[in-house]
């Protein structure tokens, strides 16, 4: 079964009549009426926290409601369309930012006097279809940048990345004594500004079990952060540890007998570039 574009679901979400074709199909489709459904709430959540906005701050529609004064909208950089564009997967033709210039009329478009294609009604839109969206279309877009810069797009979701953790230190693991294993440590400072040592290690075998440790460098003193299962862990450093004191990260080799100390047995270890 071919499904309905997603042009056409997003043209349909924003109020446009359902040709027979379309409206058969979606009867028929649980994904695309499922996808539908998910276009309209972006749709409802838009007006809703635009009508919002709008009410808190009239002169951001650009006129009281009485008196006829006037405010002034700025136009969104163009990157917000490109992940509007991005994130809702439209088509090339619609890749341009509809602000940057004025939209077409769907008005003054040529009407079509032959059908498009003999595909599926369903997969593609004719010739006029397609011209008659346009217009419509364009508008929709221009309308849902506006709302976004009356500073609504967190009724849409965010559409910029979440913040990444930052590495503020590595090192690559090096085997000690008969051992073959490698591996890495990176320390990540998180967005809430904890920090996170990330160990990595090519094998997970032990005669017992991994534990990872924070050495001084003379190894005299150590801090214990947890066991290591597979080949990837992931451990919170204490607010107040000084990694300056404890920049040697260890991998130990630790037998079942109940002793907290380290073993003694180092399969990896490496001194973090601080």
């Known amino acids: 079964m ?3 574009h997603d042009d056409a679901l997003t043209l349909l979400a924003l109020g446009e009549e359902a040709t027979d074709e379309e409206r058969a199909h979606l009867e028929a ?4 009426s499922a996808d539908l459904d998910s276009f309209r709430r972006v749709v409802s959540a838009a007006r809703l926290a635009g009508a919002s906005h709008l009410d808190d701050n009239p002169l951001a ?36 930012d509809p602000l940057s210039a004025p939209a077409a009329s769907s008005s003054s478009a040529p009407a079509s006097s032959t059908a498009a294609g ?10 006029a279809r397609r011209r008659r969206r346009a217009g419509a279309w364009s ?8 709302v976004a810069a009356a500073g609504t797009w967190g009724a849409l979701g965010t559409l910029e990345s979440d913040p990444k953790p930052v590495a503020i230190a590595s090192v690559e693991l090096s ?10 440590a990176v320390v990540d400072e998180l967005p809430d500004g904890e920090r996170e040592l990330v160990v990595t290690s090519s094998s997970d075998a032990a005669r017992g ?9 003379d190894a005299t003193s150590m801090v214990s952060l947890g066991t290591m299962e597979g080949t990837e862990g992931h451990f919170v450093l204490p607010q107040d540890l000084d990694l300056s004191k404890y920049p ?4 130990s080799d630790e037998p079942y007998d109940g002793d907290p100390a380290h073993s003694g047995d180092s399969i990896l270890r490496g001194q973090l570039d601080l």
Request: hydrophobic share 40%.
């Open 248 to 251: 040697v990260v260890d991998i």
């Open 29 to 32: 489709c649980p994904r695309c």
């Open 2 to 4: 071919q499904h309905l």
């Open 118 to 127: 003999s595909g599926s009604p369903v997969a593609s839109l004719d010739a």
């Open 175 to 184: 085997p000690l004594a008969s051992y073959s294993d490698t591996g890495s």
């Open 61 to 96: 529609a650009g006129a009281t409601a009485g008196g006829g004064q006037t405010g002034t909208l700025q136009a969104p950089d163009s990157s917000v369309w490109e992940n509007i564009h991005r994130e809702l997967n439209l088509d090339e033709e619609l890749k341009p």
């Open 209 to 217: 079990y991994r534990e990872v440790w924070l050495l001084a460098p």
């Open 139 to 146: 508008a929709a877009a221009a309308a849902a940048v506006v």
